[in-house]
């Protein structure tokens, strides 16, 4: 099976992008998805959130609340590595299983944490969903209904853009038009059966 995972910040694309490789017949799975599985009512990982954090962190129909989570481990790093531990590797046991299942020519793994995490060591390829930050900031607080401050902050958390350009294999510029990008991603995908065939 060949994996290529895609990546890229807040606001780059991503989702518009796997919408086009979708279309082109490709199955996708998405770490976002498989996080959210992860924490599941009923599932091993929410009920130890719960007996560490208490009620507080359930809705009322027992589901986590993110937003409590996020307030919680934003500023708190023994939190943050104490959740990360719990569930990365969770959330890679339901990445490997589904990626086992797909059966289009080559999967892509979208994750907009493929080179922070382990992820990344699933992949035989990657691609960046690159733009730049004011497109990144006037995309998310549109879509968001968020300050620009606020998205500002997001992406000052996450592996900054020069990082992420070093490592991955290929890069998509997402400045432009959607027709633009979906024709960069149909000569990717063209491409990839290439370096599939050697």
């Not at 959330?91 to 793994?109: A, C, G, H, N, P």
């Not at 997001?154 to 959607?178: C, G």
């Amino acid at each position: 099976m060949f994996v290529v995972g895609l990546t890229g910040g807040i606001g780059s694309g991503k989702s518009a992008a796997t919408s086009i490789f979708e279309e082109l017949g490709i199955d996708v799975v998405d770490a976002d998805l498989a996080s959210r599985e992860a924490v599941m009512p009923g599932s091993n990982a929410l009920m130890k959130i719960h007996e560490r954090f208490g009620d507080d962190i359930l809705l009322e129909d027992k589901t986590l609340n993110r937003g409590k989570l996020r307030e919680i481990i934003f500023d708190n790093s023994e939190e943050k590595i104490w959740l990360e531990q719990l569930l990365h590797p969770e959330i890679r046991d339901i990445i490997q299983s589904k990626l086992k299942s797909s059966t289009s020519e080559y999967v892509i793994l979208v994750s907009p944490l493929l080179f922070e995490t382990d992820q990344y060591d699933f992949c035989d390829l990657t691609i960046l969903i690159d733009t730049s930050e004011s497109s990144q900031i006037a995309r998310t607080s549109k879509r968001d209904e968020v300050s620009k401050d606020s998205v500002k902050k997001i992406i000052q958390t996450q592996m900054s853009r020069e990082n992420k350009l070093k490592l991955a294999n290929i890069v998509i510029n997402n400045d432009n038009t959607l027709e633009d990008l979906k024709k960069n991603v149909e000569k990717i995908h063209k491409r990839i059966f290439e370096e599939i065939k050697k």
